[in-house]
């Protein structure tokens, strides 16, 4: 199988081609390994983005990832976390289980995959939204079998959306989700130390940046022949896994507006999205996250990193 044969370093590059304009029929290869031939390429209404490379029974999955993260600035950044972890955000706080729909969609068309390839050894990639996608997929998973390994990169943590059968399931594939984590990327919201997450847990052996740098693998670096640097659990990822799971943990006033907000009338709907606009404000720029704002910030101004 070429994906066991990837390197720490090939599969970041392998990762990065879900952002490009790929094309259908294309042979894909990443540092002269041929990885396969592209055979779908997905663009779901819901904005849900994937591609599938066949490569005899060896199917590679990329879930694409949010483009403004790619392409944008310190003022994109902030834009596009919202965007990307908003709606994830809004889930986490209500009383009820609502998964935006791209995430099902993600889960839809994996199974649909899986049962098109029946003997197919199924690998799957994502960063960001992808990983978020993916990880909804994999917990949804019909034909666990399947799924040889997955590469998840700086996503945020969805555990608190599943199902007790869901969270059995990843259980069972724990051992083959690799959830690769740089605690200086404010995406990867809700990692923890426990097994209450996604895949077995990677920390990233990171140096600071600018976010968007940092979000898009900047602070990702390798040894010569191309493994990742990584480290154990310390006191930093614990302090910052303790502000996230602060942040994630002041749902009073948030839950008890988005209960109300679902007996508002069609006349409010308007004045409701803009009051949960302004409480989503609210929240990024009183926490955590604040921190990265002003890191940023610095940087522009010659203080920081780069």
């Known amino acids: 199988m070429i994906n066991e ?56 999955v990329l879930f694409k990832g949010s483009y403004g993260f790619k392409k944008g600035n310190a003022t994109t950044w902030r834009d596009e976390w919202l965007n990307t972890n908003w709606p994830i955000f809004l889930a986490m706080l209500t009383n009820q289980r609502q998964v935006p729909s791209a995430l099902v969609t993600a889960s839809r068309y994996l199974n649909r995959w899986l049962e098109e390839f029946p003997d ?19 917990a949804n998973c019909r034909f666990p079998d399947q799924i040889a390994a997955a590469y998840l990169y700086e996503g945020t943590n969805i555990w608190r959306l599943l199902t007790h059968k869901e969270r059995q399931l990843l259980a069972q594939l724990r051992g083959r989700i690799n959830t690769y984590v740089d605690i200086y990327d404010p995406v990867t919201l809700g990692y923890t130390a426990s097994k209450r997450m996604v895949g077995k847990l990677h920390y990233v052996d990171s140096l600071p940046m600018n976010p968007v740098k940092q979000h898009m693998w900047g602070g990702y670096r390798f040894d010569q022949a191309g493994n990742l640097l990584e480290k154990e659990v310390d006191q930093r990822f614990l302090d910052s896994s303790k502000m996230q799971q602060a942040f994630l943990s002041r749902t009073g006033r948030m839950a008890n507006y988005l209960r109300y907000r679902r007996n508002l009338q069609a006349d409010w709907q308007k004045e409701s999205d803009q009051r949960a606009e302004q409480i989503g404000e609210e929240l990024f720029n009183h926490s ?19």
């Open 5 to 60: 044969e990837l390197t720490d370093l090939d599969r970041v590059e392998l990762t990065k081609l879900s952002y490009e304009a790929l094309n259908v029929g294309e042979t894909v290869v990443v540092a002269g390994k041929k990885i396969g031939q592209l055979t779908w390429d997905v663009y779901a209404k819901d904005g849900m983005q994937a591609f599938l490379i066949e490569n005899n029974n060896e199917i590679t």
């Open 120 to 138: 197919g050894h199924f690998y799957i990639y994502g960063h960001s939204l992808g990983a978020i996608n993916a990880e909804y997929a994999l």
């Open 288 to 306: 955590f996250l604040q921190d990265f704002n002003d890191r940023d910030k610095n940087s522009k101004d010659g203080k920081g990193g780069s």
